[in-house]
Every structure is written in C-alpha cells, then in structure tokens.
C-alpha cells in the first residue's frame, strides 16, 4: 500500500488549487498594496521576467521565475519602518522587491512530474513555496471573467501555476493517512 503512496507527483496536490495572481518585480509597493486591496487572494505572487531579444532562444521558463510572494502584512509591516514613515510617498513608490524575503531558497519551482517525496525532501531542506506549472481547462479570457478585479494570472507560455506550500503536503498526507492503516478507518 505505502509503494503505491510513493507514486504520487505534484501535479496531483495541484488538483482544484487555484492559479497564482502575478505582479510584476519591477512594480511599486503602491502597486502591490493596490493589487491585494482589489483582490480576494491573501497574497499576489512576484516574478521576474526577462524578455529581453538576446534570451529569445532559452526556455520560456528560464525566462520568467517567481522570485516571491508579497501579502497586506508584508506591505504593512515595510511601510511601518521609522525610514519609511518618515516618507511614506517615497515607500510607496520603491519596488515590490523591497518587501521580499531575502532568504535564498524559499520559492522554488519543480515539474508537475516531480514526486511527492522528492518534494518532501525539498520542504525539508528549507522551501517554503513550490511553484507548479498546472494545465487548465479554461481559457484565460475566461478565468478573467471569473476575478474581474484581481491582476492577471500568471499565464507564460501557455502556462499556469499554483503554490504548493508545506501545509498543502502536510494536508494531503493526512487525507492519506488509510494508506498506513493496516485496518479500515470506521466511524
């Protein structure tokens, strides 16, 4: 029963989870503090993207990576620094990057084939966020029409993509826990 645990990917966590909302790295903290109040997800994800013509030729995920998350508190608590209190239209206008996390590591991104173990022992080894490709079956234009206010989603390449985050596996291995059960679970 535990082999057949192990066959598990990512991409099965990524079931139902919504597509990420993006902001762009070079955008401002009015920007972000803009994005979260228009929109109802806790946090916008930040991503860097290079399309410049000399990278024209690499992988169109080399091109765009998310490089972090920016939620209100992270907002809140950056604006609140004595520094920025002193000009808060100077705060506003610096970029989101300033709000990040300067943790290397923390976000990384893995293939929808990635095993779930292999993405335990990331999780263990410090990841607080996994980046997934997901495969959708609406059109974005659709997807808009579903969050109006809300900036768009991270779309590259015909791609979406979704958090998975350590209480996301830690929830999943819990829903599996019949697996280890040598008797059924009754009530």
Not at 71 to 96: F, H, Q
Not at 131 to 152: E, Y
Request: a positive charge.
């Amino acid at each position: 029963m535990a082999v057949s645990f192990l066959r598990y990917e990512v991409s099965d966590l990524c079931l139902a989870k919504p597509a990420l909302r993006s902001l762009s790295a070079s955008a401002t903290v009015a920007d972000a503090l803009e994005a979260l109040k228009t929109c109802e997800e806790n946090f916008i994800s930040v991503w860097d993207c290079n399309h410049s013509k000399t990278t024209r030729s690499l992988d169109a995920g080399q091109l765009c990576r998310c490089v972090g998350k920016v939620c209100m508190v992270d907002v809140i608590c950056y604006l609140c620094k004595d520094d920025n209190l002193v000009s808060p239209s100077a705060a506003l206008k610096a970029p989101v990057s300033a709000i990040l996390s300067k943790i290397p590591g923390q976000v990384m991104h893995v293939e929808p084939s990635c095993s779930l173990l292999a993405a335990i022992d990331l999780i263990l080894q410090g990841v607080q966020n996994l980046v997934v490709p997901i495969r959708t079956r609406l059109s974005s234009s659709s997807r808009r029409k579903q969050h109006p206010k809300c900036t768009t989603t991270t779309f590259h390449n015909g791609q979406e993509f979704c958090w998975l985050t350590q209480e996301d596996v830690v929830r999943f291995l819990l829903s599996s826990i019949g697996l280890f059960s040598p008797i059924q679970l009754s009530p």
